[in-house]
């Protein structure tokens, strides 16, 4: 019985420290000038790195970008694929969005020498 009560109370020092790390984390992230030019920039840092591109790797095959989601004969199943690949999805359309302003930049730019 002891055992149980302990175990009991490291389950909750645990679930309160994971609370308080998310309370931070939303707090850091979720600020009000906090928008999609900032997340862009976050991304574009975060996985430029060797070890940002490996982690990037890593999630995207946790999301099965790079598998078929359907799944013949089971439509949840696949309705779950389909939205962990979305996942994956989302953070290349933000990791592209990063970069698209960039490119038109430099298309611009190359237009208005050739013209």
């Not at 490996?54 to 078929?68: K, M």
């Not at 933000?94 to 698209?100: D, G, P, R």
């Not at 490119?103 to 020498?113: D, F, I, M, N, P």
Request: overall charge positive.
């Amino acid at each position: 019985m002891a055992w149980f009560r302990f175990r009991r109370r490291r389950s909750a020092e645990r679930d309160g420290d994971l609370a308080r790390f998310f309370d931070g984390l939303a707090r850091d992230q979720l600020g009000p000038g906090y928008g999609a030019a900032e997340r862009r920039r976050d991304f574009r840092s975060v996985f430029a790195t060797p070890a940002g591109r490996r982690v990037l790797w890593c999630l995207l095959d946790w999301c099965g970008l790079f598998r078929p989601v359907a799944v013949k004969g089971d439509p949840y199943e696949t309705y779950h694929r389909d939205g962990r690949r979305d996942i994956g999805l989302r953070i290349i359309r933000t990791l592209e969005a990063a970069a698209a302003p960039e490119a038109a930049a430099r298309q611009a730019g190359g237009e208005e020498r050739q013209g």
